[in-house]
């Protein structure tokens, strides 16, 4: 029998990241349990409501929420959903039955993360009638694979891999029928700031590189040279989960990596931006739900996140215009 490989830093730290994938599920999942934004579908993912989240950790994860599905929706519009959605790093995100829902369903949904990872998310899905009933409704040929580290339908697909093998990635999407003509938005939730510059630079290249109309969006840290940036990375620390990508989360400039890879347009707002500009009547609703004792408290941590999107538009669509 071959001799087990041991055990490294690197499979630390890879587990650490994979952890804060149930982090954000469950953060979500006691959010809309408050009744900050509907998601009908993240039970199936998260049984029990978990204890009490801090108001302003709600709030953060509704500027998320819906700061990503504002530039993601007015995407898929844009292009009157003849288009493909690559969700990097998706953890147990919803977001495939969101907009099912909401009748905006891109040509094809792609998701990919580390295979342990999708295993949960396709036993999840298997296993929960209200998940795989919105798969069979969108599936009318007879071609769906379902196996333990892929799912394949003709408008969701499920991928096991790693971003950091660039060509592996790239082999298996292109499997899957991924078409690199369509209009393509991907999407990064706190992802890149786990890989090394160097490896994320690979992945906004590759997709520059891949599709000439496209938008990338990408939510994680920004401003973490602060004393409250130093300290968000110390408590991830005592979790063995380094931020290996912390040098390109500096300030909202350092975005500008988008435009040195092969991106025309890019821009980047912090949290705080986004939730003054998101509809003042919602914000309202959230705010009344629970008491919050400390304004300062969320401003900072608001201000430590950002949303950056860029684009590329060869088929001129108007994606530049695209914002909040």
Same mark, same amino acid.
């Given at each position: 029998?071959?001799?087990?490989?041991?055990?490294?830093?690197?499979?630390?730290?890879?587990?650490?990241?994979?952890?804060?994938?149930?982090?954000?599920?469950?953060?979500?999942?006691?959010?809309?349990?408050?009744?900050?934004?509907?998601?009908?579908?993240?039970?199936?993912?998260?049984?029990?409501?978990?204890?009490?989240?801090?108001?302003?950790?709600?709030?953060?994860?509704?500027?998320?929420?819906?700061?990503?599905?504002?530039?993601?929706?007015?995407?898929?519009?844009?292009?009157?959903?003849?288009?493909?959605?690559?969700?990097?790093?998706?953890?147990?995100?919803?977001?495939?039955?969101?907009?099912?829902?909401?009748?905006?369903?891109?040509?094809?949904?792609?998701?990919?993360?580390?295979?342990?990872?999708?295993?949960?998310?396709?036993?999840?899905?298997?296993?929960?009638?209200?998940?795989?009933?919105?798969?069979?409704?969108?599936?009318?040929?007879?071609?769906?694979?379902?196996?333990?580290?892929?799912?394949?339908?003709?408008?969701?697909?499920?991928?096991?891999?790693?971003?950091?093998?660039?060509? +592996?990635?790239? @082999?298996? =999407?292109?499997?899957?029928?991924?078409?690199?003509? !369509?209009?393509? *938005? $991907?999407?990064?939730?706190?992802?890149?700031?786990?890989?090394?510059?160097?490896?994320?630079?690979?992945?906004?290249?590759?997709?520059?590189?891949?599709?000439?109309?496209?938008?990338?969006?990408?939510?994680?840290?920004?401003?973490?040279?602060?004393?409250?940036?130093?300290?968000?990375?110390?408590?991830?620390?005592?979790?063995?989960?380094?931020?290996?990508?912390?040098?390109?989360?500096?300030?909202?400039?350092?975005?500008?990596?988008?435009?040195?890879?092969?991106?025309?347009?890019?821009?980047?707002?912090?949290?705080?931006?986004?939730?003054?500009?998101?509809?003042?009547?919602?914000? +309202?609703?959230? @705010?009344? =739900?629970?008491?919050?004792?400390?304004?300062?408290? !969320?401003?900072? *941590? $608001?201000?430590?996140?950002?949303?950056?999107?860029?684009?590329?538009?060869?088929?001129?669509?108007?994606?530049?215009?695209?914002?909040?």
């Amino acid at each position: 029998m071959a001799a087990r490989r041991p055990f490294t830093d690197t499979d630390t730290a890879d587990e650490a990241v994979r952890a804060t994938c149930d982090d954000a599920t469950i953060c979500k999942r006691f959010a809309t349990s408050k009744g900050y934004w509907n998601d009908p579908y993240i039970q199936y993912f998260v049984r029990s409501v978990g204890e009490r989240k801090a108001p302003e950790i709600n709030r953060g994860y509704y500027a998320r929420v819906q700061g990503v599905a504002h530039l993601l929706d007015a995407f898929i519009r844009k292009t009157e959903c003849d288009c493909q959605v690559i969700n990097l790093g998706a953890g147990l995100d919803t977001t495939f039955w969101r907009l099912k829902d909401k009748n905006l369903m891109p040509r094809k949904f792609f998701e990919v993360d580390f295979p342990t990872v999708v295993a949960r998310k396709i036993h999840n899905i298997k296993t929960k009638p209200p998940l795989s009933k919105t798969l069979i409704e969108t599936h009318s040929t007879d071609s769906l694979l379902l196996d333990a580290h892929s799912l394949d339908s003709d408008r969701y697909c499920i991928i096991g891999a790693d971003l950091r093998d660039i060509s +592996g990635l790239d @082999e298996k =999407l292109k499997k899957f029928q991924l078409n690199p003509e !369509l209009p393509t *938005l $991907l999407l990064s939730e706190c992802v890149l700031v786990y890989m090394t510059p160097s490896q994320s630079s690979n992945v906004v290249h590759w997709a520059a590189e891949t599709f000439h109309t496209a938008m990338f969006i990408n939510y994680e840290q920004v401003n973490m040279g602060d004393r409250f940036g130093q300290v968000m990375i110390e408590n991830l620390q005592r979790r063995q989960c380094t931020l290996a990508g912390v040098e390109a989360c500096q300030s909202l400039d350092s975005q500008e990596r988008f435009l040195k890879t092969g991106w025309e347009h890019a821009d980047a707002l912090d949290m705080m931006t986004v939730y003054s500009m998101l509809p003042q009547e919602d914000i +309202g609703r959230i @705010e009344s =739900l629970e008491f919050l004792d400390e304004r300062e408290l !969320l401003q900072q *941590l $608001l201000q430590h996140y950002s949303i950056c999107w860029a684009t590329k538009d060869k088929l001129n669509l108007g994606l530049s215009q695209l914002a909040f």
